[in-house]
């Protein structure tokens, strides 16, 4: 079973920036892309973005682009999505997700738990 572990939600005003981390407890973890998705209460769950293994693809939802940026450092075995401009309709709690392959297909395998972000207008 892979373990993710995400942090750094919080509350935020509008404009406003949050960093969230993902942790992973996998050795294996740089051959996975990883995704960011997010879903608000009554709401499907949406794409946020997505990451290579690598590091050197990424890919956001039309929603996020140019506010947010996701990254990832295979040495700390953790991924981060930086969320700056922060909108109320950002409000959600966001999952850290593992793909199975090394190329972004934004299709999750695994799942963390989730963390909250809501900003404030």
Not at 49 to 75: C, E, H, M, Q, W
């Given at each position: 079973?892979?373990q ?6 919080g ?22 892309a ?66 199975s ?21």
């Amino acid at each position: 079973q892979v373990q993710l572990v995400e942090s750094g939600g919080g509350l935020v005003q509008a404009g406003g920036s949050l960093r969230l981390s993902c942790a992973a407890s996998v050795r294996t973890f740089s051959t996975y892309a990883m995704d960011w998705f997010r879903q608000a209460p009554g709401k499907e769950r949406e794409f946020v973005a997505a990451i290579s293994a690598s590091g050197s693809g990424t890919l956001y939802s039309n929603s996020v682009k140019g506010r947010f940026t996701i990254s990832r450092d295979n040495a700390k075995n953790t991924v981060y999505l930086q969320m700056n401009s922060l909108k109320p309709e950002d409000t959600a709690v966001y999952y850290c997700a593992a793909e199975s392959l090394p190329l972004v297909q934004t299709i999750p395998k695994y799942w963390g738990q989730g963390t909250q972000v809501t900003v404030s207008s």
